[in-house]
């Protein structure tokens, strides 16, 4: 029974980041400055829909602006029945290094009152960049995996998103991105998440491997590498570099909670110093016992001062749980959630125990 509430607690409400660091490769931790993907946008119509268009001002005005750009032009007066016809988002993401020719996945998303986008057309659709330039143009048949009913009466049902569809290969590139790639006489390496012990230990990684002051860290995120200037050359340097495997520095001292869902984060560095915490009926003591060990004359051995850490949990009716892992916050939260402790419990004994200094580490709440 107890067994199956700790594997219960596990799974419901906390996860413990394991304390096992294992050696990453640099492609996973870091990126190449001036790698990066180009956000595209464009506006555009879906046309051959079943129905489920809508009937709006700017639907109409886009409309006769398609017409006009094909040489027919109907008078102000005249307001076409577009059900048919749904106007759209179409964005794309442009990776780097990408060629004229090539195609893109795109994804399309009503903006309007339509109903589903599913059966339609996205009819040609120029996609721009943050600089107002045309990179791609999209077009195809959209595949659309919501659907939607609606009954005479008003009922209706609605399945996954029926206004947003994807078109694969839906846009072809049309302008490519000047890369500074091969640019300069240095290779810069940003983090992924920025940590001045990991900038040092990939600048030594790098170093170890090409020679003394190859690479050396700028900041907490960006590891910078002498390079060939030659642009195949750099790619096979580049290309070895990424490969190096590097350990990661432990994470500061953290504990996530959502408030939401219940689920705490415990990273492994958290720590708890003495205290007692009284939350309703129950009672939580947290006690140190420092112990010295004190080896023979004789010996050789060196003087060890230990610490013996107990954690007692009592309940109103009498229910205790007694052990000795030392004063970590991952044994306090189980020792909570053993005596049937509500997740609310939980947080605001955290948030008191961090009010009151004793525990170490930063308290993030989502």
Do not use: W
Not at 237 to 255: G, H, M, Q, R
Request: overall charge neutral; proline content about 4%.
């Amino acid at each position: 029974m107890k067994i199956n509430v700790i594997l219960t607690m596990f799974v419901a409400m906390c996860i413990f980041v394991s304390s096992e660091v294992e050696a990453q490769r640099i492609k996973d931790i870091a990126n190449v400055q001036g790698v990066r993907t180009n956000q595209l946008v464009g506006y555009g119509l879906v046309v051959g829909l079943p129905g489920t268009g809508e009937k709006t001002r700017y639907t109409e005005q886009t409309f006769k602006t398609m017409l006009k750009n094909f040489g027919i032009n109907l008078p102000e007066s005249v307001r076409p029945k577009v059900k048919n016809v749904a106007v759209v988002a179409v964005h794309a993401d442009m990776p780097a290094f990408i060629k004229p020719g090539q195609l893109l996945d795109v994804t399309v998303s009503s903006i309007g009152e339509a109903k589903s986008l599913r059966g339609g057309t996205l009819i040609q659709t120029f996609l721009k960049g943050v600089d107002g330039n045309v990179y791609a143009i999209a077009q195809g048949s959209l595949v659309v995996s919501g659907f939607s009913a609606e009954g005479l009466d008003g009922s209706q049902v609605i399945q996954n998103t029926p206004t947003v569809g994807r078109i694969p290969s839906g846009a072809i590139v049309e302008r490519s991105v000047a890369s500074p790639f091969a640019n300069g006489d240095h290779l810069t390496f940003n983090l992924r998440r920025a940590d001045f012990s990991t900038a040092k230990r990939t600048a030594d990684a790098i170093n170890d491997l090409l020679g003394p002051g190859m690479a050396r860290a700028l900041d907490a995120s960006s590891i910078q590498v002498s390079a060939p200037r030659d642009a195949s050359q750099r790619v096979s340097f580049l290309a070895t570099l990424e490969n190096i495997e590097v350990e990661p520095a432990d994470e500061s001292a953290k504990v996530i909670v959502n408030s939401r869902t219940g689920t705490i984060v415990v990273g492994q560095n958290v720590k708890l110093l003495p205290a007692a915490v009284t939350h309703g009926g129950l009672t939580v003591t947290i006690a140190e016992a420092t112990q010295v060990s004190q080896p023979n004359p004789l010996a050789g051995g060196q003087t060890v001062v230990t610490t013996d850490s107990t954690i007692d949990v009592n309940q109103s009716d009498n229910r205790m749980f007694m052990f000795n892992p030392g004063t970590t916050l991952d044994e306090l939260v189980r020792a909570v959630n053993l005596v049937g402790a509500a997740p609310s419990d939980v947080l605001a004994i955290l948030e008191a125990l961090k009010m009151a200094g004793a525990l170490h580490g930063e308290l993030i709440i989502i």
